[in-house]
């Protein structure tokens, strides 16, 4: 009964890490570009989703992201630092800057906590202007294209760290710290006096996630080879962060990577037929599922579908 | 301060919990007023008062919810006021809430490991946090229900959680809110017999609780509050009949002379 249950999954994921690997073989530089932008989302809304976990909304991941992208692109500006190395500085640097910032605010609850972090992302943006001969200002950075402009190359790249994102997560939902994110979500006073210090944990589960959206920052600086603050620091970003988990099915694996799939597909197709439709789109996704299936794609998978697939069968 | 219990063998006794002169106000209103009163290792206390006496907020403050605005709470000789929860409970204070708040969406079993996990010194593995856990629901009656989601159960059973998560953190002292209110003759007899078994271990219990038969039954002292203010304290069969307790209780006997207490 274990092994066949093993087998369920374990061979879907093989075929499906298998399809991944050798995507770039089999499709044209247009959707190659378009499963780097959807990983490189993947990777964002994964790392939201981390904090998530504690019950913390954060609306303002894009300061972090634009920390990394901004990170790596000024280090091989100024310094020649290859990108690879320079994306590892970012990811560090955005984890430095979760730190300060986690024990500053997530002290505070709730919607405290997300004001604040959208007041810390636009803030960056102003620092930024106000400050071109560090950071280039409005007229903003550029880099040569990574890897020489090999997709294919970034594409693993970026695969990998989606991978060690999925991996990270997996080893967060079976240690000690599910049992802390969970309580403290769930109720952080009850967390406390049964001996969790909800800050600590907090703050560790803040900087796990700035580790890799900073990380995506520092990939896409290169990626796209230009950067300017008004789009790295964008609010949109941060608001894509949360819709794609809130979709898909928030505190799970697979559901920030579900949602991500289906908004891109719905982003990339409305971008086509009617400018800034993806911006309405994730104003109606987010109502829809808030108010409808709050456990998002994956709650309706195992709370609907699922039953009605199983009972057929059956009886 | 009030008559401490001098007991044939009061020296082999050790405080365990000390609280000095403690006052804790919210706004203009005081909910504890220069309370003091002291547990031994191994005793049985019970605090009582009518509705609003400031019991439950002195379960805060001893175990960190609240920070009190005077005064001092010594636990094993070493104070404790003014220390987050987290940290009291790793000296080894465990306690319950009287509105039952399990982790809904964790299973029973999730529940008491999560107290297993971090409220333990030094820390256990996960390992042996479940089978801790598992062993411990069953000892307070929730072995069969190890898998089931907490807003299924009736409330007596949420109270076992509550419990079982207080137990898991191996607590030196064990507050109990209002544990047996609410349950039938039988289930409280059994509860009873389950405190009476953690004292057989060494624990020393604190608890809060309306019902009489109970705080007569296994109280080694009982305390008395009355709008914030300890009023009584001693045996329970000496502190029904003190004249302060029934007033408190029952209201002033109207004798003539103006007095309008009703």
């Not at chain 1, 800050?199 to 290169?222: C, Q």
């Not at chain 2, 008491?112 to 479940?130: D, H, N, Q, Y």
């Not at chain 2, 807003?151 to 002292?173: F, G, M, S, Y």
């Not at chain 2, 109280?219 to 000496?238: A, C």
Request: proline share 5%; glycine share 10%; net charge positive.
């Amino acid at each position: 009964m274990g092994s066949s249950i093993r087998w369920k999954t374990t061979l879907p994921l093989a075929i499906l890490c298998a399809c991944l690997l050798l995507f770039p073989k089999l499709v044209g530089s247009y959707f190659l570009h378009m499963a780097v932008s959807a990983i490189l989302a993947m990777i964002l809304a994964s790392s939201w989703d981390i904090l998530a976990r504690t019950g913390q909304v954060s609306v303002g991941q894009a300061g972090l992201f634009g920390i990394g992208a901004y990170s790596s692109a000024l280090l091989y500006q100024k310094y020649a630092l290859p990108p690879v190395l320079g994306m590892l500085a970012s990811a560090l640097i955005a984890t430095v800057v979760s730190i300060f910032l986690g024990y500053l605010t997530l002290r505070l609850r709730g919607i405290y906590f997300s004001i604040t972090t959208i007041a810390f992302a636009e803030a960056l943006t102003v620092i930024w202007l106000m400050t071109p001969d560090v950071t280039g200002g409005a007229m903003g950075v550029s880099t040569p294209p990574l890897f020489g402009g090999d997709r294919e190359k970034a594409y693993y790249l970026i695969l990998a760290i989606l991978a060690a994102v999925v991996a990270v997560v997996r080893l967060i939902e079976q240690s000690r710290l599910n049992f802390a994110f969970t309580a403290i979500r769930e109720n952080e006073d009850v967390a406390n006096v049964l001996g969790i210090n909800p800050t600590k944990y907090k703050v560790l589960a803040f900087m796990i996630s700035a580790f890799f959206t900073g990380f995506a920052g520092g990939f896409y600086s290169h990626y796209n080879t230009y950067i300017i603050p008004y789009e790295v620091f964008n609010l949109g970003i941060s608001i894509a962060c949360l819709v794609m988990p809130i979709f898909g099915g928030l505190y799970t694996i697979a559901g920030p990577i579900i949602g991500t799939v289906l908004i891109k597909a719905i982003e990339e197709y409305l971008r086509v037929t009617f400018s800034y439709g993806h911006q309405i789109a994730y104003g109606l996704i987010l109502v829809l599922v808030v108010l409808f299936m709050p456990e998002g794609l994956l709650g309706l998978w195992r709370g609907k579908i699922l039953p009605l697939l199983r009972s057929r069968p059956g009886r | 301060m009030s008559g401490s219990p001098q007991g044939k063998d009061a020296s082999a006794k050790m405080t365990l919990l000390q609280v000095d002169r403690l006052t804790k106000h919210f706004g203009g209103l005081a909910a504890v007023q220069d309370v003091s009163f002291h547990v031994d290792t191994r005793e049985i206390v019970s605090l009582i008062g009518p509705n609003g006496a400031g019991k439950t907020t002195i379960f805060n403050l001893i175990s960190g919810v609240y920070r009190p605005n005077s005064g001092d709470i010594r636990f094993g000789g070493e104070s404790i006021a003014g220390l987050r929860p987290f940290g009291i409970c790793r000296k080894g204070v465990g306690r319950t809430f009287q509105i039952m708040q399990p982790f809904p969406k964790m299973t029973v079993l999730e529940n008491v490991v999560t107290s297993a996990l971090f409220g333990r010194v030094p820390k256990i593995s996960m390992k042996e946090a479940a089978d801790e856990a598992a062993d411990l629901c069953r000892m307070v009656g929730l072995g069969d229900k190890l898998g089931e989601s907490p807003k299924n159960l009736t409330i007596p059973d949420q109270k076992r959680i509550e419990i079982a998560r207080a137990l898991a953190v191996h607590p030196k002292l064990l507050l109990l809110d209002e544990v047996m209110s609410g349950l039938t003759p039988t289930e409280t007899g059994e509860a009873i017999k389950l405190v009476l078994k953690l004292r057989e271990f060494g624990t020393t219990i604190l608890l809060i609780e309306h019902v009489m038969k109970v705080v007569m039954g296994i109280s080694d002292r009982v305390i008395v509050l009355h709008h914030g203010e300890k009023i009584s304290e001693g045996p329970p069969s000496r502190v029904v009949d003190d004249p302060k307790v029934i007033e408190a209780y029952l209201g002033k006997q109207a004798d003539g002379e103006g007095d309008t207490t009703c």
